[in-house]
């Protein structure tokens, strides 16, 4: 019954009667991805529900125990959707899907950490290989890391998916890092990701809380058109209105700033998300 509601919903965003949250946002990217021939591949502990209930790629029949998997029946000629719950053997997975992504360098290869510092046990693949095989063998990879970010409800365990050390790791070029903060922004991201020529690395600080918050939503048209924007120019104040102050961030504190913006009343300071931490995108910020 939740999730014949969850459905429900989804055809209400399809037919554009509600925007798209953050779980829409990511099947709509699969499955044009697979209906474009772009194979995807998805692994995490708890990746075909979501670690926090909001995926459901794969649905169980409550009465006989049956999967089904509806992104991979949309069409005769997609290519094929592949989602995995896997252990919690970080390094194993994660260097499995590494040589994955080597192999089938023309899809979509994601791992996802049940939480984002579960990428701990992984390390080793991060250190030797994600972030150093270009330099050191001359090897792509485009192998997507979703680590689900946030400091929420766990304490000091569960809520930083350090981006401070990809950040340490990041130079010339070897990986993308980034923190999109809406379902079209995560949509496009992930479409770049698998059909641009230039094959890196992409890490992705997931959030948690703005799985399910109602301004985290995008309409239908922001899907049809537009690109991963790195950095996102706040449409606030209205032309005219004088700017005193800009401040610059990133991920689900946005939020929190416009919601203290709009609690105070102020028109005079604008809000700038950094949506990709790396690459810097010096020439978007500076315009």
Known sequence: PKIARMLEA??????????LDWAAAEAAAFATLALDGYRVRLSGQDAERGTFSHRHLVL??????????????LSPGQAPVDVYNSPLS??????????YSLDWPDGLVMWEAQFGDFSNAAQVIIDQFIVSAEDKWRRLSGVTLLLPHGFEGMGPEHSSARLERFLQLAGEDNIQIAVPTTPAQCFHLLRRQTMRRWRKPLVVMTPKSLLRHPKVVSPLEEFESGTFQRVLADPWPQLGEKIERVLLCSGKIYYDLESQREALGRHDVMIVRVEQLYPFPHEPLRA
């Open 10 to 19: 989804r055809v209400e965003m399809a037919r554009g009667r509600r925007p």
């Open 60 to 73: 169980h029949d409550v009465e006989t125990g049956e999967t089904y998997q509806p992104i991979a029946h």
């Open 90 to 99: 970080e390094a194993g997975v994660l260097g499995f899907d590494y040589g």
